[in-house]
């Protein structure tokens, strides 16, 4: 059974940039597609990014193109989200997500079988 957890989290002044890892353990993470998601107070799961399990197809929000960067490490069995020019928007929790066997960036988060418990993110000043 896959296990993810998310660190890296914290207050950021808007510009500034954080780090989120995803570490995976009781399974490889090789095979496994990954989606970076977040949620803000009184608001729906939005994807922010997304790859699949060769790290072929990449997805990218819109909101984020340009400042975010989703990577693995699939030796450290760890999932990265790389934030840079941090907004007050992006402020939310961050989960990260995994499902098995498919080398598409999956966007929907039903799709995912595997969730981290989050990563909180406050961009303020």
């Known amino acids: 059974q896959l296990q993810l957890v998310e660190s890296g989290g914290g207050l950021v002044q808007p510009g500034g940039s954080l780090r989120l890892s995803c570490a995976a353990s009781?399974?490889?993470?090789?095979?496994?597609?990954i989606g970076w998601f977040r949620q803000a107070p009184g608001k729906g799961r939005e994807v922010v990014s997304c790859?699949?399990?060769?790290?072929?197809?990449?997805y990218y929000a819109e909101s984020v193109k340009g400042r975010f960067t989703i990577s693995r490490d699939d030796v450290k069995n760890t999932a990265y989200l790389q934030m840079n020019s941090l907004k007050p928007e992006d402020t939310a929790v961050y989960y990260c997500?995994?499902?098995?066997?498919?080398?598409?960036?999956?966007?929907?988060?039903?799709?995912?079988?595997?969730w981290g418990q989050g990563t909180q993110v406050t961009v303020s000043s």
């Open positions: 997500a995994a499902t098995f066997g498919t080398n598409v960036a999956v966007t929907t988060p039903l799709e995912y079988d595997y």
């Open positions: 009781g399974d490889s993470l090789g095979g496994f597609a």
């Open positions: 790859t699949g399990n060769d790290g072929s197809s990449i």
